[in-house]
C-alpha cells in the first residue's frame, strides 16, 4: 500500500507529520504498490484525487479534507466501491461528499496527542509565537522572523522540522497561527491559540471544517500582506509595512481572547480516532487491502 500526501520541496509541517504519523500507527503497513493508495492528514479529497493514484483499485481514506484541487468544492469524486473511508477532517467533508455525518471526526494530526510526550516538563519561554502559513515563510521568512522579533514574540516556521516545531510550540503560552496544523497541533497538544489571516488566498473552508468537528469558531484577525517580489516594492514601503505589521501582530496579541477546545470533547474525538485506527489494523490483516 502507498501513502499518499502532498510533499512541499521545501517541507511543509502538517503535509510531513503524515510520514512520521502514519509509520508509526501502521508500520508494516506502507510500501510502493500503488494499486492501493492511503490518504492521510491533508486538503487532498478534490477532483484530482485519481491523476495521484492512477493505478488505484482501492484508495483508503484517514482524517482527510476536501478541498484544492483544480476546481475547489467542484467535481468532486463520487464515493464508491473502490473507496474505503474511515473518518474525514470535519462536517464539511462529509456534506461535499455526500456521505454519512458520521464520518465527519476531526483532522488525523490530533493523534499526536498519543504520540508525542516530552521526556521532562518543557519550559514555557515565550508569552507568544507567531507561525506563517508555508506560502508566507516561503517568500517572507526573513521579514516574518525580523517581524516577531520586533514584536518580542517567537517565531515558529512550519518547514522547520518535526521536532523543531513541536518543541517550539510546547515552549510557546499562546501561538498566533495562520497556519491551520500549527493550531490544530498547538490545541491537540493544549496550547491556546489566535487565528489570523494575511492573504485572501487561504482556503478557509478546511478551518471551518476542522473547527466545526471541535464545535469552535473561525473568526481570523485580519493583518496586512507583505508585498510579493514581483511588485519590487521599495525598501521604504516594506520597512513601513513591517512596522505597521508589528503593531498588528501585538495589537492582536493584547487584545484577541486565546482558542482552546474543550478538554473532553478533544478527548472523545482522539479516542474515536483511535477507533479507527483499530479498524484499519483488523481489516489489514484480514487482507481487505
Known sequence: ????????TCGNFGDDLNLWLWK??????FDEDDKKVFFGIGTIINDRIYDRAPNADRII?????????????QNLPTIN???????????????????SPDLAITDGAVLIRRLFKPQTKIEKKQKFAYMPHVDQAVKHGEIWQK?????GYGYIDPRW??????NALCQTETLITEAMHGAIVAD?????????????SIFEFKWWDWCKSLDLEYTPRQMSELPS????????KKFIISKKIVKELKDIAESSAPILSNEVKIEQLTTRLEEKVESFRKDMFAGSF
Not at 24 to 29: S, T, V
Not at 81 to 99: E, I
Not at 147 to 151: P, V
Open 161 to 166: 522540522t518535526r521536532e523543531e516545531v513541536l
Open 229 to 236: 517580489r514581483k511588485s519590487v516594492p521599495s525598501k521604504i
Open 147 to 151: 517581524i516577531c522579533q520586533q514584536a
Open 1 to 8: 500500500m502507498k501513502l499518499y500526501y502532498y510533499q512541499k
Open 61 to 73: 481514506i484517514f482524517s482527510s479534507g476536501v478541498g484544492y484541487g483544480k476546481t475547489p468544492l
Open 24 to 29: 508509526n500507527l501502521f508500520p508494516d503497513a
Open 81 to 99: 466501491d473502490r473507496w474505503k473511508v474511515y473518518c474525514l477532517r470535519g462536517p464539511l467533508s462529509a456534506h461535499a461528499l455526500g456521505v
Open 188 to 200: 491537540a497538544l493544549r496550547v491556546p491559540w489566535i487565528p489570523v489571516k494575511t492573504s485572501s
